[in-house]
């Protein structure tokens, strides 16, 4: 069992950067694929990053690629996510996400483990 709780979440300008970290509670969270995901008002939760448990292999969405970057520190349980050059359509709920096979899938489905989210607002 895995417990996520996000956190770094606010309001910036455009044009502004964020940094977004997931606490993990569990033993085993070193050995998790890791993800993050986001929900706009409206809108299905969507992919953003994905890590791999070495923290070696990486993939993003298509449109954030040089916008955002992913990290995880297996000794602290954490994994993070650098925003910049924030843009208005950023704006969401973005949530951080556990997959326990290990597996390597950029859908929300094969994730077992989420946390509650935390807000980003960006304002134009």
């Known amino acids: 069992q895995v417990q996520l709780v996000e956190s770094g979440g606010g309001l910036v300008q455009t044009g502004g950067s964020l940094r977004l970290s997931c606490a993990a509670s569990g033993r085993t969270f070193s050995s998790y694929t890791m993800g993050w995901f986001r929900q706009a008002p409206g809108k299905e939760r969507e992919f953003v990053a994905l890590?791999?448990?070495?923290?070696?292999?990486?993939a993003y969405a298509d449109s954030l690629k040089g916008r955002f970057t992913i990290s995880r520190d297996n000794a602290k349980n954490t994994v993070n996510l650098q925003m910049n050059s924030l843009k208005p359509e950023d704006t969401a709920v973005y949530y951080c996400?556990?997959?326990?096979?290990?597996?390597?899938?950029?859908?929300?489905?094969?994730?077992?483990?989420w946390g509650k989210g935390t807000l980003v607002t960006v304002s134009s």
């Open positions: 890590i791999s448990w070495s923290g070696g292999t990486t």
């Open positions: 996400a556990a997959d326990s096979s290990r597996g390597w899938s950029t859908s929300r489905y094969a994730m077992d483990y």
